[in-house]
């Protein structure tokens, strides 16, 4: 079921009718359950399709009652020996081609994000976070929950456990209303914005990818770099405009999803940057990843000089397994590297210059306006070169390197950097001066008849778009 769809809309809304038509805990834990077993039936056409999602689900569960019974070490690394080794299987990365694999096709949406969620219980039942045995409904609805089913967000199971305990709460008008204009928001940005961002990036890929004479000129320089910098914005509205509609439905259904966007293009860095992207995600990476990575080089190597060093190889060691959690080809083993470079080099600069400028002189850098924008830029720059692998595959990629070369890159990416600069500085200002006035639409927006009013424009800009497109862009992090 395909979120951006009308089919979408109205399972959700026969969903929230049946959830709050009787104020009982164990019903409405029932029509959520039916809810989700529903959405994931919509993805298969026959029983067969789902019976290595059930099976994957089993052996989790089993797995983290196993760990959560002996908490021990060795137990612990054990069943996330066979977890792991069971989503390679299934997932049928392609530089694994030697693994048996299962001969007739099967669901694999969701299940990457079921997979954090069951190595996230695994590490917490380990460590203590789980006092009592989780039930198998709410382990159900917790990993196969149809809002965060397809792409996140990845919500903490404390943190789901106590919103299931609000379930016989009645909505109020303040959050009905707070509710449809979060979902109306998420549809904007996935049907308009994100809708020609993909109609502009799919003309300038076709147009970079499919001619045969690649020149490395300065025309190739800026098609590659309109044509990325078309495709980040085509990810970015696609996909936080996902989360404003799971999230104002969970609202919908008494439940608070964690955000997973903070306004990331504004970050100052390449570190801030990825506190501000996907931040379940990241956050799940800094915590069961990256921070026993460095504890474990840090006892390794006990020198605090060497501190920032070992967090070069956690993040490179980190990025390299996102890469491989986005797919399942070489291209995006690529994609993890230039991600931990990226974050590397982040780190480096960071302690260099703290070591010959002193923190007081550093901190006032950061404020220098130029410094201050042009870091923006080359931020925005890194990840929209480093996102290309996120639309080429491994064919494509050489045919770009052959045509831009490594001067064309560097190229593209000042080119492309200097123009965010620019960008996020006159953005900045505008607001600056339109500041009152936005505030005013916003608390007028906050009214009824304004609020209606606005959304109802948005629901026309949606209509309209989507009728001149004549398809809504398909979900993006579906793929991955």
């Known amino acids: 079921m395909d979120i951006a769809s009308l089919n979408f809309v109205g399972f959700v809304a026969l969903v929230v009718l049946a959830f709050h038509a009787v104020p009982l805990r164990v019903y409405r834990v029932g029509i959520v359950s039916l809810a989700n077993a529903a959405f994931i039936a919509s993805y298969v056409g026959e029983f067969r399709q789902i019976i290595p999602l059930l099976a994957f689900l089993m052996l989790g569960y089993v797995m983290i009652e196993l760990v959560r019974r002996r908490a021990s070490a060795a137990v612990l690394a054990l069943g996330l020996g066979i977890v792991l080794a069971a989503y390679l299987l299934l997932k049928r990365f392609s530089f694994l081609d030697g693994l048996p694999t299962l001969p007739f096709p099967y669901l694999v949406v969701g299940l990457s994000y079921i997979l954090f969620r069951i190595l996230h219980l695994m590490v917490d039942a380990r460590d203590g976070g789980l006092a009592a045995r989780v039930p198998p409904l709410a382990f159900f609805n917790y990993t196969c929950g149809f809002l965060s089913f397809v792409s996140g967000p990845i919500e903490r199971y404390q943190d789901f456990a106590a919103s299931s305990e609000r379930l016989h709460v009645q909505l109020d008008a303040g959050r009905v209303r707070h509710a449809f204009a979060r979902v109306i928001t998420g549809y904007a940005k996935v049907i308009i914005l994100s809708g020609i961002a993909n109609h502009v990036f799919l003309k300038l890929e076709d147009q970079l990818l499919a001619g045969s004479d690649q020149s490395a000129g300065w025309r190739?320089?800026?098609?590659?770099?309109?044509?990325?910098?078309?495709?980040?914005?085509?990810?970015?509205?696609?996909?936080?405009?996902?989360?404003?509609?799971?999230?104002?439905?969970?609202?919908?259904?008494?439940?608070?999803?964690?955000?997973?966007?903070?306004?990331?293009?504004?970050?100052?860095?390449?570190?801030?940057?990825?506190?501000?992207?996907?931040?379940?995600?990241?956050?799940?990476?800094?915590?069961?990843?990256?921070?026993?990575?460095?504890?474990?080089?840090?006892?390794?190597?006990?020198?605090?000089?060497?501190?920032?060093?070992?967090?070069?190889?956690?993040?490179?060691?980190?990025?390299?397994?996102?890469?491989?959690?986005?797919?399942?080809?070489?291209?995006?083993?690529?994609?993890?590297?230039?991600?931990?470079?990226?974050?590397?080099?982040?780190?480096?600069?960071?302690?260099?210059?703290?070591?010959?400028?002193?923190?007081?002189?550093?901190?006032?850098?950061?404020?220098?306006?130029?410094?201050?924008?042009?870091?923006?830029?080359?931020?925005?720059?890194?990840?929209?070169?480093?996102?290309?692998?996120?639309?080429?595959?491994?064919?494509?990629?050489?045919?770009?390197?052959?045509?831009?070369?490594?001067?064309?890159?560097?190229?593209?990416?000042?080119?492309?950097?200097?123009?965010?600069?620019?960008?996020?500085?006159?953005?900045?200002?505008?607001?600056?001066?339109?500041?009152?006035?936005?505030?005013?639409?916003?608390?007028?927006?906050?009214?009824?008849?304004?609020?209606?009013?606005?959304?109802?424009?948005?629901?026309?800009?949606?209509?309209?778009?989507?009728?001149?497109?004549?398809?809504?862009?398909?979900?993006?992090?579906r793929a991955f």
């Open 220 to 477: 190739s320089v800026v098609d590659y770099g309109a044509c990325a910098a078309a495709y980040t914005a085509y990810l970015y509205y696609n996909f936080s405009g996902y989360m404003d509609i799971v999230i104002g439905a969970g609202w919908l259904l008494d439940r608070d999803l964690p955000e997973n966007f903070n306004k990331p293009f504004q970050a100052r860095n390449f570190l801030e940057f990825w506190a501000r992207w996907h931040m379940t995600l990241s956050d799940w990476f800094k915590t069961y990843l990256f921070n026993p990575i460095v504890k474990s080089l840090a006892e390794a190597l006990p020198a605090p000089a060497l501190l920032p060093y070992l967090g070069v190889v956690a993040f490179f060691a980190t990025f390299f397994v996102m890469g491989l959690w986005h797919g399942t080809t070489a291209v995006f083993m690529i994609y993890g590297l230039v991600m931990g470079a990226g974050a590397s080099a982040n780190k480096l600069w960071q302690v260099m210059l703290v070591s010959r400028l002193g923190r007081r002189r550093y901190r006032a850098l950061g404020e220098n306006p130029f410094y201050l924008y042009g870091c923006r830029g080359l931020t925005i720059a890194y990840f929209v070169v480093g996102v290309t692998c996120l639309w080429v595959d491994m064919a494509a990629l050489d045919r770009l390197w052959a045509g831009l070369g490594p001067f064309g890159l560097c190229a593209a990416l000042v080119l492309t950097a200097l123009a965010a600069a620019i960008a996020m500085s006159l953005q900045d200002a505008g607001l600056a001066v339109v500041r009152r006035w936005l505030a005013c639409v916003s608390t007028l927006t906050r009214t009824h008849i304004a609020g209606n009013l606005w959304a109802a424009t948005q629901v026309l800009a949606i209509l309209m778009v989507a009728s001149f497109f004549h398809k809504t862009p398909e979900f993006v992090y």
